[in-house]
């Protein structure tokens, strides 16, 4: 006989260890996800809560730790659906049964497509989102895509090298930036959205806080509204993705952009990250939006120190269980420099090594500057991940 590890932590392996034996697929599927270990926290939570909480989970065969306000619970998601269930009478809190069903069956989602304006951008793949900033400031591309004509030199060429979609940003975020005024950021982004929804044959997303500017650009031709306010800044803006019907990306950051550095505390960054997108993403839901036009982003470089953003990075599935696709923009910022000592222009190697290490977490959308570097890196992780 001989003992051999079946990469259990991966569901897809042991899907088809146990299909290969003749398990009939599907069935090894369902064998396989429901065996997944998983560690869920549940916070804030009182004591009428914890109680019965740690009760259930011990009847359940879920472990439970709990400390002044929070729990977590351990086991395989088969477990944790029996627990979430209930046994019958359920003796659980009927409001953590809820939140705890709703959570299980969020993460059950398996989004492999996107929804926008005018079509479904399927994401079975890598997605790579290429960075058109029409600014004079943008960090490491500032000035190069000003003028329309440059705009859609490199909107070709980024397609040539295999960007699915173009992001059109007329502010620059970085840190400590102020922006243009609302008349300035027309002037910059609508003629190069314009250009691109008639000239080149890819969705067009516009980056922007501000609502004139998405239903402008929107009413150009853009079908994507890349929101790095996660939809916080412009209280309209809500309503503009939703009556367009637009894909909308909502990112993670504190304060703005001036203020965003000094914002950088965490006690338990993965965990405050997704806590604190899964309410910005339930504020859209309640709102209209439909759930399938609605991608994460953890913000990579949006108040979060280099720690932070590798932290995130290795913890993404905190942010991938919330059931959207999941976007990430590591292009040539700071915290590639501050592990590899490469200037912004020396980046796209790093880049493309942190697009890799976010799609083995997860990640779907890729957002960078250099198209071909990324496309190679990622096709590679797809047929690791035999996408
Ligand atoms: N990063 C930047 C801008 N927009 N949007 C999403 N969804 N995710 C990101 O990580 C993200 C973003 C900042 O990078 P860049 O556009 O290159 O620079 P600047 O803000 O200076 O124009």
Known sequence: MRVTALAGEVPAALASALAARGVDPVRAEALAAGGAQVALLLEPLDDADAVPLVREAAAAGVDCHTGEGWAVVVGTLARLGGLARGAAPTRMPERLSAELGRFLSDRQERPEAW???????????????????????????????FAPADALAGARAMQEAGAAILDVGGESTRPGATGPDEAEELRRVLPVVRALAGEV???????????????????AGAEIVNDVSGLAHDPRMLEVVKDAG???????????PATMDARATYADVAAEVAGELAERRDR?????VAREAIVLDPGLGFAKRPEHNFAVLDRLASITALGHPVMVGPSRKRFLGAATGRAVDQRDAATAAACVAARIRGARLFRVHDVAAAREALAVADAVLGA
């Open 246 to 256: 637009a894909g909308v990306v909502i990112m993670h950051m504190r304060g703005d």
């Open 284 to 288: 859209a839901l309640e709102s209209g």
């Open 201 to 219: 044959a890819l969705p067009v997303s516009v980056d922007t806080r501000r609502s004139r500017v998405a239903e402008a650009a929107l009413a």
């Open 115 to 145: 929804r926008t304006a005018r079509r479904t951008i399927p994401l079975e793949r890598s997605c790579l989102v290429g960075i058109l900033n029409v600014t004079p400031d943008s960090f490491s591309d500032g000035g190069r895509h």
